[in-house]
């Protein structure tokens, strides 16, 4: 906060991308780029909880450094890079990195047009895999009867297990492992959705920005054309923008 000539107080600002943006005191760069409802490419991270900092797709220059723009705190005069080739050029790179580490299928994915991965890498300009594909053996569980849960299209952002614990108060969802092998696991004795308490109504279960978690018996009821990302693109929706 500054104060002006009249003695009002000014809202600190700092730039991105050229514009000066507001913030307040204690918010990210996302945060208060999200409030401005200016977008800058995420995955892991979501306006309703705390920020992970895993994705690293945020990425952005802040005064010449690369940080990610969901854990740096917004500061008075910052000059922060987003929307440029060179870091558009890197979270293409990581997004295909991801892309090749899962089992992605679009085309015969319920969540195609709804996903923020897929969206994100069209608004990337992402045009094939570019690396080898690693075609990991993943397992599908479908004993919840109305949850399924496929780790082919997990892109660990830990949203599941975040709002299954902070939100569900169930603790449902945990990551294990280590470097390739990090895993979603469920937190039962035989590892099976199916043997917890989770349920349709939980946050967990509408949280994941893939189709990882899906509600069963609900596939295509959206025709594909008419999902969020089908009608424009995700930089033009800014999730937590202000209406
Ligand atoms: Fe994220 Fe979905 Fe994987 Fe959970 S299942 S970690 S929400 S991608
Ligand atoms: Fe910032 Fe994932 S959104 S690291």
Same mark, same amino acid.
Request: one cysteine or more; glycine letters at 10%.
């Given at each position: 906060?500054?104060?002006?000539? +009249?003695?009002?107080?000014?809202? !600190?600002?700092? !730039?991105? +991308?050229? @514009? @000066?943006?507001? #913030?307040?005191?204690?918010?990210?760069?996302?945060?208060?780029?999200?409030?401005?409802?200016?977008?800058?490419?995420?995955?892991?991270?979501?306006?309703? =909880?705390?920020?992970?900092?895993? $994705?690293?797709? $945020?990425?952005? &220059?802040?005064?010449?450094?690369?940080?990610?723009?969901?854990?740096?705190?917004?500061? %008075?005069?910052?000059?922060?890079?987003?929307?440029? +080739?060179?870091?558009?050029?890197?979270?293409?790179?990581? *997004?295909?990195?991801?892309?090749?580490?899962?089992?992605? #299928? $679009?085309?015969?994915?319920? &969540?195609?047009?709804?996903?923020?991965?897929?969206?994100?890498?069209?608004?990337?300009?992402? %045009?094939?895999?570019? #690396?080898? %594909?690693?075609?990991?053996?993943?397992?599908?569980?479908?004993?919840?009867?109305?949850?399924?849960? +496929?780790?082919?299209? $997990?892109?660990?952002?830990?949203?599941?297990?975040?709002? !299954?614990?902070?939100?569900?108060? &169930?603790?449902? =969802?945990?990551?294990?492992?280590?470097?390739?092998?990090?895993?979603? *696991?469920?937190?039962?004795? /035989?590892?099976? *959705?199916?043997?917890?308490?989770? /349920?349709?109504?939980?946050?967990?279960?509408?949280?994941?920005?893939?189709?990882?978690?899906?509600? &069963?018996?609900?596939? =295509?009821?959206?025709?594909?054309?008419?999902?969020?990302?089908?009608?424009?693109?995700?930089?033009?929706?800014? %999730?937590?923008?202000?209406?």
């Amino acid at each position: 906060m500054t104060d002006n000539v +009249d003695g009002a107080q000014a809202l !600190s600002t700092f !730039s991105l +991308d050229g @514009d @000066d943006l507001p #913030f307040q005191a204690g918010e990210t760069l996302l945060q208060a780029a999200t409030r401005a409802g200016r977008y800058i490419p995420h995955l892991c991270w979501h306006p309703d =909880f705390a920020a992970h900092g895993s $994705c690293r797709i $945020c990425s952005v &220059k802040v005064n010449g450094r690369v940080g990610a723009a969901c854990s740096v705190f917004a500061a %008075e005069g910052q000059v922060v890079e987003s929307n440029t +080739d060179e870091m558009n050029r890197q979270r293409k790179t990581l *997004l295909q990195m991801l892309f090749v580490e899962g089992n992605h #299928f $679009c085309p015969s994915c319920e &969540k195609s047009g709804n996903c923020l991965l897929q969206a994100t890498a069209y608004q990337m300009g992402m %045009e094939g895999p570019h #690396f080898e %594909e690693f075609y990991p053996s993943r397992p599908v569980d479908a004993s919840h009867p109305d949850i399924l849960l +496929d780790l082919n299209r $997990c892109i660990l952002c830990e949203l599941c297990v975040r709002a !299954s614990r902070e939100v569900d108060g &169930k603790n449902i =969802f945990a990551i294990g492992g280590h470097g390739i092998d990090t895993h979603l *696991l469920v937190n039962s004795a /035989s590892g099976q *959705l199916g043997d917890t308490a989770m /349920s349709l109504e939980d946050r967990a279960a509408h949280i994941c920005p893939v189709g990882a978690i899906l509600p &069963k018996r609900r596939g =295509f009821v959206i025709p594909i054309g008419q999902r969020r990302f089908d009608a424009k693109p995700v930089s033009q929706q800014v %999730e937590g923008a202000p209406e």
